[in-house]
T-cell receptor
Framework: QKEVEQNSGPLSVPEGAIASLNCTYS??????FFWYRQYSGKSPELIMS????GDKEDGRFTAQLNKASQYVSLLIRDSQPSDSATYLC?????????????FGKGTKLSVIP | SAVISQKPSRDICQRGTSLTIQCQVD?????MFWYRQQPGQSLTLIAT?????????ESGFVIDKFPISRPNLTFSTLTVSNMSPEDSSIYLC???????????FGPGTRLLVL
């Protein structure tokens, strides 16, 4: 069973702080890693993708990947109340055309004004 | 990216009936997927909708219960058949798009079965 694990939270951070979201995965063959943001009652929205070890920055978001440790994280700098949402980590399934995704259960982030 | 629309956005249905959900993508895409998201849960893949051939179903999902069509590269339907209250969920369509073939999601269909 290929699994993606996330701390369900809720994770509460004050406005302006750094929010750190973590994800581990079991499939060593996974090649692509994604973070989706899902507001309550809405569909998932892609915010970051990462494919190689190291950091990838996009605005206030930084994704970090460590394939040896099977670990991917998302940092949100200068957190805003509008960042309050559930963040889903998703990982491609190896041996399935690299297109299928396995999702974690999500971490609920609450940014306190 | 891709812009994906779904119809209906929500519905309330009686048990024993069937509902067909439509998914339209604004560009031709190689692969489309159908997911279910039950309240407070993450996404579970139902099937991959293959153009010109039968859908590929994940463990626990069968064609008789969730028939899928994919008549062309921009459109797919998912039917939820012989519904029971346990089928109450959000059903999401996604498509692979972009240079790295990333999955993008439609707005979802909220289904309540009474």
């Amino acid at each position: 069973q290929k699994e993606v694990e996330q701390n369900s939270g809720p994770l509460s951070v004050p406005e302006g702080a750094i929010a750190s979201l973590n994800c581990t995965y079991s499939d060593r063959g996974s090649q692509s890693f994604f973070w989706y943001r899902q507001y309550s009652g809405k569909s998932p929205e892609l915010i970051m993708s990462i494919y190689s070890n190291g950091d990838k920055e996009d605005g206030r978001f930084t994704a970090q990947l460590n394939k040896a440790s099977q670990y991917v994280s998302l940092l949100i700098r200068d957190s805003q109340p509008s960042d309050s949402a559930t963040y889903l980590c998703a990982v491609t399934v190896s041996g399935a055309g690299s297109y299928q995704l396995t999702f974690g259960k999500g971490t609920k982030l609450s940014v306190i004004p | 990216s891709a812009v994906i629309s779904q119809k209906p956005s929500r519905d309330i249905c009686q048990r024993g009936t069937s509902l067909t959900i439509q998914c339209q993508v604004d560009s031709q895409v190689t692969m489309m997927f159908w997911y279910r998201q039950q309240p407070g849960q993450s996404l579970t893949l139902i099937a991959t909708a293959n153009q010109g051939s039968e859908a590929t179903y994940e463990s626990g999902f069968v064609i008789d219960k969730f028939p899928i069509s994919r008549p062309n590269l921009t459109f797919s339907t998912l039917t939820v058949s012989n519904m029971s209250p346990e089928d109450s969920s959000i059903y999401l369509c996604s498509a692979l798009a972009g240079a790295r073939e990333t999955q993008y999601f439609g707005p979802g269909t909220r289904l309540l079965v009474l």
